[in-house]
Nanobody
Framework: QVQLVESGGGLVQAGGRLTLSCVVS????????MGWYRQAPGKQRELVAA?????????KYADSVKDRFTISRDNAKNTVYLQMDSLKPEDTAVYYC????????WGQGTQVTVSS
């Protein structure tokens, strides 16, 4: 089992910055990658960014957030971050942290609202 606790959401003006955090606990060895997903009202959940758990730390981003969002990890703190810069109203959504492996685990979600 893996437990995920997200924090850092909130209300920000367009052009602003927010950083989301996800603290991971439990069977961390079973995780292949960590991801941030988002779901806006009336839309399907989509992958925003992901980072490989192994040494390479390779990352992947949705085209809509490339060059604006940065995913990173702090292994000592068992924490994954999503730094979001130059936020746009269309980034408004509930953001979920996910631990991906043989089984996938999800956090409770944190609301991000970007006002125009």
């Amino acid at each position: 089992q893996v437990q995920l606790v997200e924090s850092g959401g909130g209300l920000v003006q367009a052009g602003g910055r927010l950083t989301l955090s996800c603290v991971v606990s439990g069977s961390i060895f079973s995780i292949d990658a960590m991801g941030w997903y988002r779901q806006a009202p009336g839309k399907q959940r989509e992958l925003v960014a992901a980072i490989i758990s192994g040494g390479s730390g390779n990352t992947k981003y949705a085209d809509s957030v490339k060059d604006r969002f940065t995913i990173s990890r702090d292994n000592a703190k068992n924490t994954v971050y999503l730094q979001m810069d130059s936020l746009k109203p269309e980034d408004t959504a509930v953001y979920y942290c996910a631990a991906l492996g043989k089984s996938d685990y999800w956090g409770q979600g944190t609301q991000v609202t970007v006002s125009s």
